[in-house]
């Protein structure tokens, strides 16, 4: 089939895909919002790139990641829920934050959209369904609780439901 590609990682039809840089081969651009670089086909956090490209930068553009969270165009969703979240909701939405502040040196288009109550709960949406994944991955690592991760077999995207209940015995020692 024309265009696809067989291994291990997904293919992405820049063709079709209307996040993706515009900027031309070659060409170094940086981003106008956040300052993320664009060199040789890869977004880099501008304190990670190399001199001699920051030289480079000859274009002013918008990089998907400022796109996706402007239009709110979420591939990942993390529902947090339970008890627990009552008591840690400061340390939690901390956690979030600096997960994403890291992650962004390996990807800058990694990103929080928004990050608001829904109903007993919290939802964070994110630009990427890896970054999701990865939240998950660190509540439950970090807190323990349950986690449950679910992709999409047709579009990118993921959802992630984190819940801890908190201990019957630390709710009578209150």
């Known amino acids: ?48 790139a190399p001199q001699a490209v920051l030289a480079k930068v000859s274009a002013s553009v918008t990089c998907p ?26 340390e939690i939405i901390r956690l979030l934050r600096n997960k994403e502040a890291i992650s962004r040196h390996t990807n800058p288009l990694e990103r929080i959209i928004e990050i608001k109550r829904s109903g007993a709960g919290v939802e964070v949406t994110t630009t990427t369904e890896k970054l999701a994944q990865r939240l998950g991955a660190m509540l439950h690592k970090t807190f323990a609780g349950e986690c449950v991760y679910k992709w999409s077999d047709d579009v990118k995207l993921a959802r992630v439901v984190w819940t801890r209940q908190e201990a019957a015995s630390a709710k009578r020692a209150r």
């Not at 940086?30 to 501008?46: D, L, Q, S, V």
């Not at 796109?67 to 400061?90: M, N, P």
């Open 65 to 90: 990641g400022c796109i996706k969270v402007r239009d709110k165009f979420a591939e990942g969703f993390v529902t947090i829920q339970g008890s627990f979240l009552k008591a840690h909701k400061d």
């Open 1 to 48: 089939m024309k265009g696809m590609h067989l291994g291990t990682k997904k293919a992405i039809d820049t063709e079709v895909d209307p996040y993706m840089s515009d900027v031309k081969p070659g060409e170094a651009a940086a981003c106008i919002k956040c300052g993320a670089i664009y060199h040789k086909k890869r977004w880099t956090m501008p304190e990670d």
